[in-house]
């Protein structure tokens, strides 16, 4: 298994500024993921996090607004830019590891922006 | 795009019920995962099916994967308090670098 751990884990942010999420796991992961979800809900994905390459961001999420690095197989950031009201959330980093694609998470950055 | 349905969406009962949540999908899984999670906490995989008619016991709980492998069901036998969260299928596709589907979610409620 894999522990991993968010920073900070809540924030209250004045909008049209840009948090930083940083994300720190045990072990050397392949694959680190970020995601979003709003209290009660299910989890959505923003992008993969590839060590070596740029993010791969899904339908609906985009590099200048989610701008992520991953210098190395432990260690991920995650920035929300330009915050707006809209994207109060949690934000969740997790990393896959095991033969059938199991996947850890960490507890999550709880984010909101005024 | 699979979409991954669980019922009920919400589900409040009493200590020492039991209760069963549904997971559904529109194609076939290649393998299917339920996590718990606890509020200000991350998803906590309880347990990963993978064969047709596959049945898997957690102490209290009990996985089931449908023979056609398109559906999954979480059965909890006597309710605790500690069960309470939010409960989350997913559906992993083989190979390394495919994304897990979450389905829907359903939040648990046990009353003492």
């Known amino acids: 298994s894999a522990v991993i751990s968010q920073k900070p884990s809540r924030d209250i942010c004045q909008r049209g500024t840009s948090l930083t999420i940083q994300c720190q796991v045990d072990?050397?992961?392949?694959?680190m993921f970020w995601y979003r979800q709003q209290p009660g809900q299910s989890l959505t994905l923003i992008a993969t996090?590839?060590?070596?390459?740029?993010?791969?961001?899904e339908s609906g999420f985009v590099i200048d607004k989610f701008p992520i690095s991953r210098p190395n197989l432990t260690f991920s950031t995650l920035t929300v830019s330009n915050m707006s009201p809209e994207d109060s959330s949690i934000y969740l980093c997790?990393?896959?590891?095991?033969?059938?694609?199991?996947?850890?998470f960490g507890p999550g950055t709880r984010l909101t922006v005024t | 795009t699979q979409l991954l349905e669980q019922s009920p969406q919400f589900l409040s009962i009493q200590e020492g019920e039991n209760l069963t949540v549904y997971c559904n999908s529109s194609?076939?899984?290649?393998?299917l995962q339920w996590y718990r999670q606890e509020p200000g906490e991350g998803p906590v995989l309880l347990v990963t099916?993978?064969?047709?008619?596959e049945v898997k016991k957690l102490k209290r709980l009990t996985f089931q994967f449908g023979d056609a492998r398109k559906d999954s069901s979480l059965h909890i036998t006597a309710a605790q308090p500690g069960d309470t969260g939010l409960y989350l299928c997913?559906?992993?596709?083989?190979?390394?670098?495919?994304?897990?589907?979450f389905g829907t979610g359903t939040l648990l409620a046990v009353q003492p």
């Open positions: 997790s990393a896959r590891g095991g033969a059938w694609n199991e996947q850890y």
């Open positions: 072990s050397q992961v392949t694959m």
């Open positions: 099916v993978v064969t047709g008619g």
């Open positions: 194609s076939v899984f290649s393998s």
């Open positions: 996090a590839n060590q070596g390459s740029e993010a791969t961001y």
């Open positions: 997913a559906e992993g596709g083989g190979g390394a670098t495919n994304k897990l589907i």
